[in-house]
């Protein structure tokens, strides 16, 4: 029988306790999606597509189509990036086969920005 020092077991490798490393997943980054002003797409399609892509009531929908009237750009959103590029494919598409030169963007939002 081998001589052996505290912590070691027969064979001379040393006795370890037993560690679980722990995993944390990162939160997705948020991105929001961004409604660009045009001239020409009717006020009332502009309400039509928020309601239909992005789930908004009369209300709020009303609400960002005037913003983006009066600003130029308006949040239709925040989503993780495959909801935002979902969404903004799907609202493009929509609003380009209506003949709308309205656009859609997704934009990474900064850390700490609301």
């Known amino acids: ?3 052996r020092k505290d912590g070691e077991d027969e064979d001379g490798a040393g006795l370890g306790v037993a560690t679980r490393t ?3 997943t990162k939160k997705p980054a948020p991105y929001k999606v961004l409604m660009l002003n045009d001239d020409y797409t009717p006020m009332e399609f502009v309400v039509l597509v928020l309601q239909r ?5 009369m ?3 009303t609400r960002v189509m005037l913003h983006v009237h009066q600003k130029g750009v308006g949040v239709c959103g925040v989503f993780t990036y495959e909801v935002a ?7 493009r598409r929509r609003l380009h086969i209506a003949g ?3 656009n859609l963007c997704a934009q990474r ?4 920005q609301v």
């Not at 939002?109 to 700490?112: A, C």
Request: charged fraction near 30%; aromatic fraction near 10%; proline fraction near 0%.
């Open 59 to 61: 209300e709020a929908a």
């Open 1 to 3: 029988m081998a001589t």
């Open 53 to 57: 892509f992005f789930r908004m009531d």
């Open 100 to 102: 709308g030169q309205l």
């Open 22 to 24: 722990r995993t944390r």
């Open 85 to 91: 590029a979902r969404q903004t494919a799907a609202g």
């Open 109 to 112: 939002l900064e850390r700490f």
